[in-house]
């Protein structure tokens, strides 16, 4: 199952977050240069439960919980920075991340990254994938079944895409920049209760 937010969060909800992050992604860039060390690859940087991200999570619980039911238990949330020219390609997330909602938090106001979401569920019996299938180019060719029929979305910041775990999820291959210098998104994962 996945769903698309339009307006999840509000523009000074996700103002709030993004100039919260610089200073601290800053810093964090500075101390990787001192240890001649790559700060932002191809992945980005990001840190987990950073707190302006949790401003909002009993409104974004309320929601999710309303839409995908209640068999599942918030964890955490993640935030990435992507430097222009970034990958993303095919995968699944892996165990333990059973619910995923991805909200953007910036964008460069002419940049197009849609996300792509797998409309065809990944059968339990070849969830195996998680292990085989990271964020790599050779997910295309073993996830190639799940590609042919997709849905893409195209988020301003605000905008969430939430997807259960037997999704495939990536964004374009074939756009490997945008305009801009970087790109930030906010991930809240949930996991199955026991």
């Given at each position: 199952?996945?769903?698309?937010?339009?307006?999840?969060?509000?523009?000074?909800?996700?103002?709030?977050?993004?100039?919260?992050?610089?200073?601290?992604?800053?810093e964090n860039m500075?101390?990787?240069?001192?240890?001649?060390?790559?700060?932002?690859?191809?992945?980005?940087?990001?840190?987990?439960?950073?707190?302006?991200?949790?401003?909002?999570?009993?409104?974004?619980?309320?929601?999710?919980?309303?839409?995908?039911?209640?068999?599942?238990?918030?964890?955490?949330?993640?935030?990435?920075?992507?430097?222009?020219?970034?990958?993303?390609?095919?995968?699944?997330?892996?165990?333990?991340?059973?619910?995923?909602?991805?909200?953007?938090?910036?964008?460069?106001?002419d940049t197009s990254?849609?996300?792509?979401?797998?409309?065809?569920?990944?059968?339990?019996?070849?969830?195996?994938?998680?292990?085989?299938?990271?964020?790599?180019?050779?997910?295309?060719?073993?996830?190639?079944?799940?590609?042919?029929?997709?849905?893409?979305?195209?988020?301003?910041?605000?905008?969430?895409?939430?997807?259960?775990?037997?999704?495939?999820?990536?964004?374009?291959?074939?756009?490997?920049?945008?305009?801009?210098?970087?790109?930030?998104?906010?991930?809240?994962?949930?996991?199955l209760k026991s």
């Amino acid at each position: 199952m996945y769903k698309f937010y339009k307006g999840l969060m509000s523009k000074n909800a996700v103002d709030t977050v993004y100039h919260a992050l610089l200073p601290v992604l800053l810093e964090n860039m500075n101390k990787y240069q001192e240890l001649d060390t790559p700060a932002i690859n191809g992945r980005g940087l990001g840190t987990i439960n950073f707190s302006e991200t949790m401003l909002e999570i009993d409104n974004i619980k309320t929601i999710i919980e309303k839409d995908f039911g209640n068999e599942y238990e918030f964890t955490h949330s993640y935030i990435r920075l992507y430097p222009n020219s970034s990958v993303l390609n095919p995968h699944i997330d892996r165990e333990g991340l059973d619910l995923t909602l991805s909200v953007n938090i910036y964008k460069h106001p002419d940049t197009s990254w849609p996300f792509n979401i797998s409309k065809i569920q990944i059968p339990k019996s070849e969830m195996q994938f998680e292990h085989e299938v990271g964020d790599e180019k050779e997910s295309y060719v073993l996830l190639a079944k799940y590609l042919k029929e997709f849905i893409s979305f195209e988020t301003e910041p605000g905008d969430g895409v939430c997807c259960t775990r037997d999704h495939v999820h990536w964004r374009d291959f074939n756009t490997l920049s945008f305009e801009g210098d970087h790109f930030v998104q906010c991930f809240y994962h949930w996991k199955l209760k026991s």
